[in-house]
């Protein structure tokens, strides 16, 4: 598995989750960021962020309500998941640009590295 993917469960709306990534030294690279896939529908772009952590971008459905971070020395993304709503329900995926680019995008066809999935439900 080249990144793993862990901290998804079952909670409330209005409730809190943190999911983690960690990947190795290929795949922890300048460019990771956050999918999702709900049954039925498209991945769709969370959240992705640059190596140091000064450049960040979110999708519209989560503006003010995720955060992305990432810990480099212990190869680890993070995503801070507050106020969740029943339409947040799906399965996350952490995912990597690969190489050396440092260009942040929300095109699921720009990441080369995926991990596994954590699923998330939120229950209204």
Same mark, same amino acid.
């Given at each position: @598995? ?23 030294? *290929?795949?922890? #690279?300048? @460019? ?24 960040? #971008? ?11 971070? *990432?810990?480099?020395?212990?190869? #680890? ?30 095109? *699921? ?10 699923? @998330?439900? @939120?229950?209204?």
């Amino acid at each position: @598995v080249q990144l793993q993917a862990c901290g998804g469960g079952l909670v409330r709306a209005r409730g809190v989750l943190r999911l983690s990534c960690v990947g190795s030294e *290929r795949t922890f #690279t300048n @460019v990771m960021g956050w999918f999702r896939q709900a049954p039925g529908k498209e991945r769709e772009f969370v959240a992705a962020i640059s190596w140091n952590g000064d450049s960040t #971008t979110y999708g519209d459905s989560v503006k003010g309500r995720f955060t992305i971070s *990432r810990d480099n020395a212990k190869n #680890t993304l993070y995503l801070q998941m507050n106020n969740l709503k029943p339409e947040d329900t799906a399965i996350h995926y952490c995912a990597s640009r690969g190489g050396r680019v440092t260009v942040l995008s929300s095109s *699921r066809r720009m990441y080369q590295y995926w991990g596994q999935g954590t699923q @998330v439900t @939120v229950s209204s």
